[in-house]
């Protein structure tokens, strides 16, 4: 038996959304599906059991942070992150790759791997693709990703072309120092930028690998939001239509919708929980700034049509008190609200998709939310 399996149980008529289902040793759920975003083991403001209350059925951690703390030896000695975060349910580990290139100043690139500068105090690492295989290893997600070369937008074609080439040539080498096939399903990744012929060429090199599940990576990072569409729309037809598809790091409304109209899967992004610390919050009707002056009086909950818990039980004139007052509540509140509005619009898309409305929906959504069409 494969590490995890997917479930394909039906395609959108109205698009290219798929509904499905991914099994994993830690239990199932359906896709298309948002993951909330554990860096450093812990999912910032919220507790398990809460996360579990609003419907999460899988997290995401950051192998890059937990390598520089606290190690992932004494995670392993933990019983592995299911063990050290008391958390049931699946989980999916990054390959810190986007990390050692987004957050290292000082970095260097080489065959063999990234020579980085820790974030932390300064001092000298090195990541691998072997490295990073056997920390997630240690970690023991049930889906962990290959190592890779993130390039940053805009970059040149030829560096985007060198990149993804050594993008392959490093999957493989994650490939042979897989030790948990049985129990850890590791995904590839597709680069190129924003070149399509790159995109065909990583997309047939990554998938002849023949990995369990697949990725999107380098996406939403900074490019037009078009450019994104147009990219996605080049490369997921070319990824197998019976493994997973996960385009990572997306997690604003809009995109969650229009990834899944282009048969994305899987989703996470850092966005509801940082945005939720600086008290902008998710609604029906777009974002707010609970942290507002005209929120004051404002006895109505964040957003009137939403039934999660802090909508049925806080006001925006409370949770606004709460962040002048510099109250640790307000944040998890705000937190809270907008992973289950994220988690509540997968739902939805689901059931669009289920009745094949989801271009309709989309309408339906941006009409309110106020996106252009």
């Known amino acids: 038996m494969p590490a995890i399996r997917f479930e394909l149980i039906k395609t959108c008529k109205q698009s290219g959304a798929r509904l499905g289902r991914i099994h994993t040793p830690h239990g199932s759920f359906e896709t298309p599906v948002f993951m909330p975003v554990g860096t450093q083991a812990t999912v910032k403001g919220m507790s398990p059991d809460e996360l579990k209350e609003i419907g999460a059925n899988i997290i995401l951690s950051n192998t890059y942070h937990l390598f520089l703390r606290p190690g992932t030896d004494i995670v392993r000695e933990a019983g592995g ?11 999916l580990t ?13 970095r260097d690139i080489t065959e063999e791997g990234v020579t980085f500068r820790s ?8 990541m691998s693709p072997e490295i990073s295989i056997k920390a997630q290893n240690d970690l023991g997600a049930d889906i962990i990703m290959a ?23 490093w999957a493989k080498r994650c490939k042979e120092a897989h030790a948990r096939p049985d129990d850890q399903a590791l995904f590839g990744i597709v680069q190129g930028s924003v070149y399509p012929d790159l995109r065909k060429e990583s997309a047939k ?3 002849d690998l023949d990995f369990p599940g697949y990725a999107v990576g380098g996406l939403s990072v900074g490019e037009p939001a078009e450019m994104m569409k147009e990219i996605l729309e080049e490369t997921v037809p070319l990824l197998p239509s019976d493994r997973p598809r996960y385009l ?16 994305i899967d899987m989703f996470d992004c850092v966005l509801p929980t940082r945005i939720g610390r600086n008290g902008t919050v998710f609604t029906s009707r777009g974002r707010i700034i609970v942290r507002d002056a005209k929120y004051a009086r404002d006895f109505t909950p964040l957003d009137p049509e939403c039934d999660c818990y802090v909508c049925r039980n806080f006001t925006r004139a409370y949770i606004r008190h709460l962040f002048k007052a510099g109250e640790i509540l307000g944040l998890r509140l705000a937190t809270w609200h907008n992973l289950q ?3 509540n619009l997968m739902s939805r898309i689901r059931e669009a998709i289920r009745e094949d409305r989801l271009l309709d929906f989309r ?11």
């Not at 974030?119 to 090195?126: M, P, Q, T, V, Y």
């Not at 990572?248 to 969650?256: E, F, I, K, N, R």
């Not at 309408?363 to 069409?373: C, D």
């Open 81 to 91: 992150l299911h063990g050290f975060m008391r958390w049931d349910r699946s989980i």
């Open 94 to 106: 990054d390959s810190g790759g986007f990390q050692v290139f987004s957050l290292s100043d000082l």
């Open 119 to 126: 974030h932390i105090d300064g001092s000298k690492k090195f």
């Open 147 to 169: 190592f890779d070369e993130c390039t940053p937008y805009p970059c040149e074609y030829e560096y985007a072309k060198k990149s993804m080439e050594r993008t392959t040539r």
């Open 205 to 207: 090199q990554i998938t």
């Open 248 to 263: 990572m790091g997306v997690g604003s409304p809009d995109y969650l919708i229009e990834g899944a109209i282009r048969g």
């Open 341 to 343: 509005f994220l988690i």
């Open 363 to 373: 309408k339906e959504f941006f009409s309110t939310y106020g996106y252009p069409l």
